[in-house]
């Protein structure tokens, strides 16, 4: 069973990615945030720079589309494989309201019609293998049961399923129970994703449905960067943490603002790796912070000072977001 990285966009872009491999061993492949295809037919230089793929070779990243329209689906798709690629995947997950409003990302779950036609053609002219990553549905787990044979129809690369729908943003429990049915009905490769956060989650994964070909990881490795590398009998490294953390403000601080870019990116990141910390009230000291100058000390030294729990602690997590964006 494979461990990727999951794609979060505005958090996991190309610089968070490529220091985190410098850091931290054993994640198996990076997934790239979302990109929309323009109409134009052309990257934006933003979207170049992210599809670049650098020190991490093309079989490490996963690059991600999101679109309702077959043809820019199909547009992009070729000049990703152009790029040395080997696979695309479909987003049917995001859950913004304007994304779901435009019928984009899990929008497209609304209809299974609709998203037979869309499969049907963009994998009757697909350039490069197709993957896709779904929730089960828009407002009720009861729709998952229709969208499964539209899925199997389709040779999909591999499936990544969030057991969560739409409504559900990424609160509340899993649905087990369907991706159990998906295990038992879908004929490809399986990837479960959702709220695995220790070590032991996996592991629990892993013996509950040995023939998954993955997992895909994403809050978690925010809160605990060494997460994957722990999965792997590694160890959690406070060195390592402290390095990922200085190259990745010297990295963005080579490019953004520090007051206006920097620090709302870096409070994004501390929401997570904040849990790792015993003391709930130093997230509300960071957050407090209006300069960046102010902030990165006081994030350093926590890095370098605090005790860690031996798990990061999710379940502060909802009281967190409620207050997001800090
Ligand atoms: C801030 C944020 C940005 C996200 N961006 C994307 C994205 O670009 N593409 C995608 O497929 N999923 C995206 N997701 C969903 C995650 O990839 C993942 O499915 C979700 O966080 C649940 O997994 P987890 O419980 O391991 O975090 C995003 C989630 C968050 C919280």
């Not at 650098?54 to 798709?77: K, S």
């Not at 030294?301 to 997590?317: G, Q, V």
């Amino acid at each position: 069973m494979t461990l990727d990285y999951a794609p979060l966009e505005g958090v996991t872009g190309r610089d968070l990615r490529e220091v985190h491999a410098a850091c931290f061993p054993g994640v198996d492949r990076y997934w790239l945030p979302f990109l929309t295809p323009a109409s134009n037919r052309q990257f934006t230089p933003r979207q170049r720079r992210e599809l670049e793929p650098g020190p991490l070779c093309c079989d490490r990243l996963v690059p991600q589309i999101l679109t309702r329209d077959p043809a820019d689906f199909l547009w992009a798709a070729a000049a990703i494989g152009e790029l040395g690629y080997r696979e695309v995947n479909l987003n049917l997950g995001c859950p913004s309201g304007t994304v779901v409003s435009k019928g984009k990302g899990a929008g497209l779950l609304r209809a299974p019609d609709a998203l037979d036609r869309f499969l049907e053609e963009i994998f009757a002219a697909a350039p490069l293998p197709i993957s896709v990553k779904t929730r089960i549905g828009l407002e009720d787990a009861g729709e998952w049961e229709a969208l499964l044979p539209v899925f199997a129809r389709y040779p999909i690369r591999e499936l990544t399923v969030h057991p969560r729908t739409r409504r559900a943003l990424y609160r509340g429990d899993v649905h087990v129970d369907a991706f159990l049915r998906a295990a038992a009905v879908l004929p490809f490769p399986l990837r479960y994703n959702g709220n695995l956060f220790t070590p032991a989650d996996v592991q629990s994964l892993q013996l509950a449905f040995p023939k998954l070909s993955g997992a895909m990881l994403g809050r978690g490795m925010l809160a605990d960067p060494s997460l994957i590398t722990r999965c792997k009998e590694g160890v959690r490294d406070r060195a390592a943490l402290v390095r990922f953390h200085e190259e990745l403000a010297a990295r963005y601080l080579a490019s953004m603002h520090p007051d206006g870019a920097v620090l709302p990116k870096f409070k994004e990141l501390w929401l997570y790796l904040s849990l790792l910390l015993p003391d709930e009230r130093l997230w509300k000291r960071l957050r407090k912070c209006a300069r960046w100058a102010e902030f990165y000390p006081l994030a350093r030294d926590l890095l370098n000072n605090e005790e860690f729990l031996d798990e990061a602690d999710f379940s502060r997590l909802d009281q967190h977001d409620a207050s997001f964006p800090p």
